[in-house]
């Protein structure tokens, strides 16, 4: 009784609180863009005192790739840190000398390996027409040369440091020293963004150092910077327990769209991209036109402006064309199943094709996520806690720029197999597909969903990175106007998409388990 | 090429963008400094804040630190606790752990725990609580608008647990499906097996939970070390957000009204175990070595702690400036992660360590390489450049120690707690300047002896052991080729695995 009287009082606060909510929340964004086509949001506040988290993105992902340069992007990304004709070389002419030299001796062999290593493997001669192990003597003594110019470069080679033309990460020292800190990027399928956080006078710094990189980079260490992106590979991928599973389900998913290779490439094209991919590259989708900044935090806009035309209005905005993403995904027509094993635990996952970001479905398909997760959600009081099949349970909506899909995830507990985790989720799907939701489980969502929607917009650097992918798959504005489309959601609309997308057909599962276990499930299946 | 380019843009853009182009060309003539050494920085005058400022005491006794913050609508309450794993019986590691999970998720006073979370979930409130080894941490954030029912709730939940049994069964079950992934991960071998050989396998920086200690917890147990942790008598508040202070502080003082003070949870126990220096190896077959090496280190408030930050900087902390990051990925390309980390404890000493994973057969070439660059830091003087970097990337990061309200109310609860001297934060950057080249070599020379380290590789040995093809380097190179290949454990009960 008490309960139920603290009940309604909560109720009236909270609805109250929250329309209040939804409409207050209001980022207020100066939008401007230079004459050379490059986009800039600047949103000044002060609430963290005296720092500034600032970042530019790159409207190019691996959606972007094909094949034969599956994972340019994110290599991209690693090239961006290795300086300029100005940063990262003592000498840029005797550095430039050395960089024709290396791209020489690397033609010769890619054409080597593309033509030789290539038929050996159809021949079944090789296993692997890339790796070292297998060079054809005049591979061998190329590849020697090559690492010979490499060393030299650095200055260790056998004269000595005083053939070094390269200053090691200067692009670091500079940032470290004028008390950047947090300094990264990140390639994603649709996007790479590069971001820092500097101290409120050094806003000019980023300014020269980063149009500085957009006009000038050389690509520097092209070569060698290859084999720290292979051990980024095998550290998150070849070494992890699911990785490569994990990229083979995605392959299997994706039918036809780009977002069926992973980020980080496939391992042959990551061998392979030449200097003139690079630069063809680079002269796409690095345009001022492909570009925008986002600066958040302690800072007069007057004078940001000022640097800011001041600097990047240095770039070349370019003639090439964006070449538009063509190829759309192709209806999937019969359910797609992996089974694996290996060192991981008992867990299945459930895929569907939905909707890019966005589209009209995106936001009924987020709240039903939300109607699933947290631990007043479906998953977790029917499959962890009320039949106890389950260790952890949850969905996603995934939206992308070109297409999206949404996905169901759970870990067994105890004796329970997979399989019993995918009748629950399918039992889940019905009751949504079939019973309305209520007004007050409907209501709980949206509170959440607004709350958290707000949170994520308190730190400096998490505004940053929201409103970079608001941006780049839609608009920024989104960041204002999502909110009150998560408001107006029905119950009716969740009914709706729920039968729309969840359908047989449209789903791939792909259920791991260990090889003991999966001798005990057969066991348990006669 | 540039000027050839704003000549297309003035064919295409109307006048105003030509005008603009104009202007701009004379700003890129005369403005863009040729170098970033060129660009003259205002002054940006940095003051930290005093302790003092946001120190208030409850009628009670009870410690609070308080900042208002009215950009947004939201409050953060949290409030830190004395002792954590450092207080589990030893029968029982992770029984401190179990206990935050339960206050959060067992229910509270006479609330079931599904309708507890509904309660919350509906307010959109926020809570958790965690143990970490030597506090317990309880936190909140609401809307201010929501402020008086989420402490209310908060508050009973902190007093009145009810560790509802079902949902101590969830907890223990899924506590248990992770303990049976302890050996997927080669990246967890490593984590544990190095914490058991710096620590001891018994203390609780390295001790482990076993499915048998599980299951035994009771909930007998759970409300003996919550009423030993969680009381005012062991905890200091911090609250940051969207009030007026004196407001927010009689609502607290009424919020812990009759709540019962206990003692304050005794200090955390030494470790006894010593790490014997040697070479050391699981079997994982990976395509990919782990490495750390490494050794005991140092207290928070060692005397050298401030040279050993600036030294761990130029050695393998300072990201991309590092040595560490330069010679073993930059240079050779033979990882992708490559850094050093000083760990320090309050009142025992931390660890150094340098940590790394690279293909198999480069496995032995990096871990030369790294030991070559210990000592290395330990024969010369580091450059003049090196030391300069360091001093002025700590020196002008410093304020970021204090972003925002809740990171800076918590460094105070922290320096509180741990009796941190009280002019630390006002005199760190002078005594970061201090430092000298000479300081550094000693400091070098007296902590990072490397026959007093340890190297443990997760791996498939026969592929990491006789090295990389061109023969640069092999794992005979270190103590002499002998290696102490430590057993795998059972997931469940720990108990040694028979090697292969």
Redesign the interface.
């Known amino acids: 009784m008490r309960l139920q009287v603290f009940f309604r009082l909560v109720v009236l606060v909270v609805i109250f609180g929250f329309a209040d909510m939804v409409s207050a929340q209001k980022v207020s964004v100066e939008e401007f863009t230079l004459p050379n086509g490059m986009q800039f949001l600047l949103v000044p506040r002060t609430d963290q005192p005296n720092v500034v988290s600032a970042g530019w993105v790159a409207r190019v992902g691996s959606v972007n790739e094909r094949p034969g340069i599956t994972g340019i992007s994110h290599f991209f990304e690693h090239m961006m840190f290795k300086g300029t004709n100005t940063i990262g070389t003592r000498n840029p002419d005797k550095d430039r000398t050395f960089r024709v030299e290396q791209k020489k001796v690397r033609d010769q062999m890619n054409q080597l390996v593309l033509s030789e290593q290539y038929e050996r493997y159809r021949n079944g001669e090789i296993d692997d027409p890339w790796d070292s192990v297998n060079d054809t003597p005049r591979l061998k003594s190329l590849r020697t040369k090559l690492d010979t110019l490499i060393r030299a470069q650095q200055g260790r080679g056998k004269a000595g440091p005083a053939t070094a033309t390269i200053v090691k990460d200067e692009f670091d020292q500079v940032y470290t020293k004028a008390g950047g800190s947090g300094m990264n990027a990140f390639t994603s399928y649709d996007l790479t963004c590069y971001f820092i956080t500097v101290p409120s006078n050094k806003l000019e710094l980023w300014a020269w150092m980063e149009s500085d990189r957009l006009n000038d980079s050389v690509f520097r260490e092209f070569y060698s910077e290859r084999d720290v992106v292979h051990e980024e590979r095998r550290l998150r991928t070849d070494s992890t327990p699911t990785g490569r599973f994990q990229e083979q389900f995605n392959s299997m998913f994706w039918a036809s769209c780009g977002y069926a290779w992973p980020v980080i490439g496939w391992p042959s094209d990551l061998n392979s991209y030449t200097f003139e991919q690079a630069q063809v590259y680079w002269n796409t989708y690095y345009r001022p036109g492909n570009l925008f900044g986002v600066v958040v935090g302690d800072f007069d806009p007057k004078q940001a402006k000022r640097y800011i035309k001041q600097y990047f209005s240095r770039l070349d905005p370019g003639s090439n064309k964006l070449p538009p993403v063509v190829t759309l995904e192709v209806e999937q027509l019969a359910e797609q199943r992996m089974n694996a094993i290996g060192d991981f635990p008992p867990t299945i996952e459930i895929r569907y094709h939905t909707v890019p970001a966005g589209h009209v479905d995106s936001y009924p398909l987020d709240m039903l996520a939300e109607v699933l997760n947290e631990r007043t959600g479906r998953l977790y009081t029917t499959m962890v806690e009320g039949r106890g099949i389950a260790a952890t349970a949850s969905a996603s909506s995934d939206t992308r720029k070109y297409a999206g899909l949404f996905s169901f995830d759970g870990m067994t507990r105890g004796d329970a197999v997979p399989e019993q985790l995918e009748q629950a989720w399918y039992e889940e799907l019905a009751k949504l597909q079939t019973e309305d939701l209520s007004e007050r489980e409907l209501r709980k969502v949206k509170n959440r969903v607004a709350a958290s929607n707000y949170r994520r917009l308190e730190n400096n650097m998490s505004l940053l990175i929201q409103l970079a992918f608001s941006e780049a798959l839609l608009d920024w504005e989104e960041i204002n106007e999502g909110p009150a489309k998560y408001e107006a959601v029905t119950a009716d609309d969740i009914k709706r998409v729920a039968n729309k997308y969840f359908k047989e057909t449209n789903r791939s599962v792909a259920i791991y388990r260990r090889s003991m276990e999966q001798v005990t499930a057969k066991e348990a299946g006669k | 090429?540039?000027h050839q380019?704003l000549k297309?843009?003035i064919c295409v853009?109307p006048l105003a963008?030509v005008i603009?182009?104009i202007l701009?060309c004379f700003?890129?003539v005369f403005?863009?400094?040729?170098?970033?050494e060129a660009?003259e920085?205002?002054?940006?005058e940095?003051t930290p804040p005093r302790a003092a400022d946001f120190r208030r005491m409850l009628s009670d006794g009870t410690i609070v630190y308080v900042a208002e913050?009215h950009?947004?609508?939201?409050v953060n309450v949290s409030i830190t606790f004395k002792g954590g794993g450092s207080l589990d019986p030893a029968a029982t590691p992770g029984l401190a752990s179990v206990m935050a999970r339960m206050v959060r998720?067992g229910g509270a006073g006479d609330?079931s725990p599904?309708?507890f979370?509904?309660?919350l979930?509906?307010?959109?409130t926020?809570m958790s609580v965690s143990a970490g080894n030597t506090f317990t941490t309880a936190r909140m954030?609401s809307?201010s608008?929501?402020l008086d029912?989420s402490l209310q709730l908060f508050v009973t939940m902190l007093r009145k647990p009810a560790f509802e049994k079902?949902?101590l069964?969830?907890v223990k079950?899924?506590l248990?499906?992770?303990l049976?992934?302890r050996?997927?991960?080669?990246s967890s071998i490593l984590a544990r097996e190095w914490k058991a050989m710096l620590y001891g396998r018994n203390h609780f920086e390295a001790s482990q939970p076993t499915a048998s200690s599980v299951e035994a917890i009771s909930r007998e147990q759970l409300e003996a070390i919550h009423r030993q942790i969680i009381h005012p008598g062991n905890m200091i508040v911090a609250v940051s957000g969207d009030f007026a202070v004196e407001e927010m502080l009689e609502k607290l003082t009424e919020a812990f009204q009759g709540w019962e003070r206990g003692a304050v949870a005794p200090d955390p126990k030494m470790p006894e175990a010593v790490l014997v220096p040697g070479l050391y190896h699981v079997q994982k077959e990976?395509?990919?070595g782990?490495v750390v090496l490494g050794k005991r280190g140092i207290v928070r408030d060692d005397p050298d702690a401030i040279p050993l930050l600036l030294l761990n900087e130029i050695l393998g902390a300072?990201?991309?400036?590092s040595r560490l990051?330069?010679k073993v990925?930059?240079?050779?390309?033979?990882?992708?992660?490559v850094r050093s980390i000083l760990s320090q404890r309050i009142n025992y000493p931390g660890a150094f360590q340098a940590t790394f994973?690279?293909?198999n057969p480069t496995v032995a070439l990096a871990t030369k390489i790294v030991l070559g660059e210990i000592a290395l830091i330990r024969q010369q003087p580091v450059t003049d450049e090196e030391i300069?970097?360091a001093k002025?990337?700590l020196?002008?990061?410093f304020?970021?120690q204090f972003?925002?309200k809740p990171t800076t109310l918590q460094v105070f609860v922290n320096d509180e707690w741990t009796n941190r001297p009280k002019d630390y934060w006002q005199t760190f950057r002078e005594k970061v300047r201090s430092v000298t080249k000479d300081d550094l070599l000693r400091v070098a020379k007296k902590h990072l002896d490397p026959s007093q380290m340890a190297i443990l590789v997760v791996g498939d040995w026969e592929a990491i052991a006789s090295g990389d093809?061109e023969g640069r380097a092999t794992m005979k190179e270190f103590f002499g080729g002998e290696v102490k290949h430590l057993p795998l454990r059972d997931p469940l009960t720990l108990e040694p695995l028979p090697l292969d």
């Open positions: 090429m540039n380019a297309n843009i853009r963008g603009a182009v701009l700003s890129q403005a863009i400094p040729p170098r970033p660009i920085f205002q002054p940006l940095y913050s950009e947004f609508p939201l998720e609330m599904a309708m979370d509904e309660t979930d509906f307010l959109a926020e954030n809307l608008g929501n029912e079902q949902r069964e969830v079950a899924r248990l499906e992770s049976k992934q050996n997927d991960n080669a990976i395509p990919q782990k300072g990201g991309f400036t990051m330069q990925r930059s240079n050779e390309g033979l990882a992708y992660s994973e690279s293909k300069e970097v002025q990337g020196i002008e990061t304020p970021r972003e925002s093809l």
